[in-house]
């Protein structure tokens, strides 16, 4: 019988299983030195616009977000960008890297519910996860694009419970996203703040149960 | 008798009036060679926080979360920030300088309604716009504060017909904030984009009516 205080382990996926700068490289090859800065404004924007066509009312899938985004970075960096360089980024935000102790870990937690929970809608989350080696030592994957509603809306955390059929105090949730930290910890969920680059906390008036440079650090919940 | 399709000239206030970037020279001065990235900083984790917070229904005051991005802010770029500095910096956010050609466009608008209408609480707005030359100039200010509801959702902008009295479609809504430019044309209002720095439009699938390098551009609506 497995001894911990919480049933599921959801973990969020991008810059939390999956390195979402990774695609920097793929930036550096198109528009040599400036890479970085498209890759950075892409990312920054792409988390913008799911928030704000949440607050709208404009829910659209993370994927066309994503391609928003691209454009956005590249008009911002004066870089054209050809129908092929897009599709060319876009592929590669389906072949992320992951984080290496992620496949340990989740094979540790095989005794207990794992998910991945993600505002990534299933045509990207899918050949995503399924290229990485731990598709398998998953028992779900999520995706808010099921509710249109994109984290850290309380609604969208909310599928969790349904498709776990989990208590919310019963799930330990983990991201490196300090607003998605945020979002799950006011929802009702236990809440791991995977902390890679050790920012800081934002000041939301919320604070994670725990903190940990990579996943490793939630195996002590599992002893 | 006023000749122009619009009943109310709305505008939003920093950034549009108000050049939040304004305390730099402040910042500068308490925290020499950060003040830029400081600023920087306060007003982008400005602007998350309250979208963040409207998002998990934890509204604050824009006043409180003002104050949270700022101590964010100091802690990111490892600047030590006592209570009379972090007051001595919120006060200068209640003295922000507004750009120059507004007190001539609002004595021309003179004819219409005018307002503000901000994510602002009273709080903030009243002793700024207080510290203006066109305060006499306009007819009202309107604060999300009194719906508690940050813009850019759509009972957000609600505010604006039900205090003013005037239907959507008479309403030429002023922002720089590529954001509340499309909160408020998704809402209905015609809008103007105040571009003072040439800046590319956001990729949220809505434009702006107009665009203008500053607030003259819309005195071609009033001839």
Redesign the interface.
């Known amino acids: 019988m497995p001894d911990s205080k919480f049933k599921a382990f959801v973990f969020d996926a991008y810059g939390t299983l999956f390195d979402v700068h990774s695609v920097i490289e793929k930036c550096n090859e198109l528009f040599p030195g400036k890479g970085e800065t498209i890759s950075r404004v892409w990312r920054q924007?792409q988390l913008?616009?799911s928030?704000?066509?949440?607050?709208?009312?404009?829910y659209?899938t993370f994927l066309e977000i994503t391609g928003?985004?691209l454009?956005?970075a590249c008009?911002?960096a004066r870089a054209e960008l050809s129908q092929n360089t897009e599709k060319e980024l876009i592929d590669s935000y389906l072949k992320l890297k992951h984080y290496e102790e992620t496949e340990e870990v989740l094979r540790k937690l095989q005794p207990y519910r794992t998910a991945i929970f993600s505002n990534g809608s299933l045509n990207m989350l899918t050949p995503l996860i399924n290229q990485s080696p731990f598709a398998p030592l998953l028992d779900d994957v999520l995706s808010v694009d099921e509710v249109k509603q994109?984290k850290?809306?309380?609604m969208s955390y909310q599928l969790v419970l349904e498709k776990m059929e989990v208590r919310r105090e019963e799930v330990l949730f983990m991201s490196s996203n300090t607003?998605d930290i945020?979002?799950a910890a006011?929802f009702g969920f236990h809440t791991a703040w995977i902390n890679r680059q050790g920012?800081?906390m934002?000041?939301?008036?919320i604070k994670p149960h725990y903190e940990y440079e990579d996943l490793r650090g939630i195996l002590e919940h599992v002893k």
């Open positions: 924007k913008e616009y928030f704000l066509r949440q607050l709208m009312g404009r659209t928003d985004a454009r956005y008009k911002d994109f850290p809306t309380p607003w945020a979002g006011s920012r800081e934002d000041q939301l008036g």
